[in-house]
């Protein structure tokens, strides 16, 4: 499949550590926000969303992050896998539609 | 259930042709998007359709490019007198339309313009 990360900030750990991948948004509108992980060859998938009236939110072995402040949000991937090996990308909708605006993406590579 | 699909996986055209990418969208969803991407970045927006009828089509690059939902199901993006330029991967992704809510995306249709 096409790699969909070959320029792409880089992130690597041992299996079992924690991960934290950043990512600074651009519209302080913004009011919603997603995480998805893309593997090579396939398409976005889901992780998990927070709205900006939350400062986290926790999932299963995912917690997101949210300072409105300095615009930033960050996914926190507690015992890392070598199956979280993917891009990950953060996502942002404002009020004026219900488009995605996608950040640059990380890739995430997991050291067995 | 089944997942948001797309045909071709793959297509390969001239540069010039006529091509037509298909999105089938997860039942029940009334919100349907095409996104673009290229290498190395993320999706970026093209169209967005609530039914029927195209809510937002800002994000088309220009009057090369078309897409339609005819029954408020599947959708067709259209792009004639393709370019080199145009060579991406061309997402889909539905949802149920109601703000926020979350997209859920197909695995996309890899367009080549030799």
């Known amino acids: 499949g096409e790699s969909v990360g070959l320029h792409l900030p880089t992130l690597s750990v041992q299996e079992g550590d924690n991960s934290i991948i950043n990512c600074a948004y651009s519209n302080s509108a913004s009011d919603y926000f997603i995480w998805y992980k893309q593997e090579s060859g396939k398409g976005p998938q889901f992780i998990i969303d927070i709205r900006s009236n939350m400062d986290k939110r926790q999932g299963q072995r995912v917690t997101v992050l949210l300072n409105k402040t300095v615009k930033h949000l960050s996914l926190q991937i507690a015992a890392t896998q070598p199956g979280d090996s993917a891009v990950y990308f953060c996502?942002?909708?404002?009020?004026?539609?219900?488009?995605?605006?996608f950040g640059g993406g990380t890739r995430l590579m997991v050291k067995p | 259930g089944a997942g948001v699909s797309q045909t071709p996986s793959n297509k390969v055209t001239e540069k010039g042709k006529y091509v037509e990418l298909r999105c089938d969208p997860i039942s029940g969803h009334t919100a349907l998007y095409w996104y673009r991407q290229s290498l190395g970045q993320g999706p970026e927006f093209l169209i967005y359709f609530q039914g029927t009828g195209a809510a937002d089509d800002s994000g088309l690059p220009n009057d090369r490019f078309f897409a339609v939902r005819p029954e408020g199901s599947v959708s067709t993006l259209k792009i004639q007198r393709t370019e080199r330029g145009d060579s991406a991967v061309y997402l889909c992704?539905?949802?149920?339309?109601?703000?926020?809510?979350?997209?859920?995306f197909g695995p996309g249709t890899r367009l080549t313009v030799l």
């Open positions: 996502a942002e909708n404002y009020n004026a539609g219900n488009m995605l605006t």
């Open positions: 992704a539905s949802s149920f339309g109601q703000f926020p809510d979350t997209q859920y």
